[in-house]
């Protein structure tokens, strides 16, 4: 039989656990680090800023010798699928011979172009017969967050990707769709913890 003062018990010895399960799965679910991706139409940067000290941002590494912030929104897919972002995709194309540039893909300048404000949606590029907007992003995504990935452990060893917010700009006037199709690029780039932020926010 329960009586009373045994619930009274129960209570007092269970509420204690709950409340510390609860409170380690909030803590545990916190970012470490908020990474901001600002993946522009021309050019592409992203800043970074660990809760440990949030008044520090930390704007990414040098892209190479020339590119101290902003890279170029470029895109380049070897036949290997072997995949190169930024000026120094652009720098490889140029470089190639005519023979081995027929066999590449190279996009440029693509992320507005992916909209267009009449038809209110995004295009979508062909890729040997398929479409692929997804994998335009999905692709560009993964190569930045390599990068951030690598500055962020170069920080703290002990940071692992689940522990990272990416956050990534969108223009307004994207449509539900478009904005959707960020959100399974990032999926499918890997970045565990994702959200959008409208610009000019």
């Not at 470490?32 to 440990?52: C, P, Q």
């Not at 949030?54 to 929104?73: I, L």
């Not at 194309?93 to 190279?106: C, H, P, T, Y």
């Not at 689940?162 to 890997?190: H, R």
Request: include cysteine.
């Amino acid at each position: 039989h329960i009586t009373p003062a045994s619930l009274f018990i129960l209570f007092i010895l269970v509420v204690p656990f709950i409340l510390v399960v609860l409170f380690s799965v909030f803590i545990m679910s916190q970012p470490r680090v908020v990474v901001g991706i600002d993946f522009g139409t021309s050019g592409t940067i992203y800043a970074l800023s660990f809760l440990s000290s949030p008044d520090k941002v930390y704007v990414n590494t040098p892209w190479n010798a020339q590119e101290r912030s902003k890279t170029r929104t470029a895109l380049l897919i070897h036949p290997d699928d072997k995949v190169v972002f930024g000026t120094e995709a652009l720098n490889d194309f140029f470089d190639m011979r005519e023979s081995e540039a027929r066999e590449v893909l190279i996009f440029d300048n693509f992320k507005m172009k992916l909209y267009t404000e009449k038809r209110k949606h995004l295009l979508s590029f062909n890729m040997k017969g398929r479409t692929c907007r997804t994998r335009l992003f999905a692709e560009s995504l993964s190569c930045i967050k390599s990068r951030a990935l690598a500055q962020v452990q170069s920080q703290d060893p002990t940071i692992q990707e689940q522990d990272i917010l990416w956050v990534l700009t969108t223009p307004a006037i994207w449509t539900q769709d478009a904005k959707q199709v960020m959100l399974k690029a990032a999926s499918l780039a890997k970045l565990t913890h994702t959200e959008l932020s409208l610009e000019p926010e």
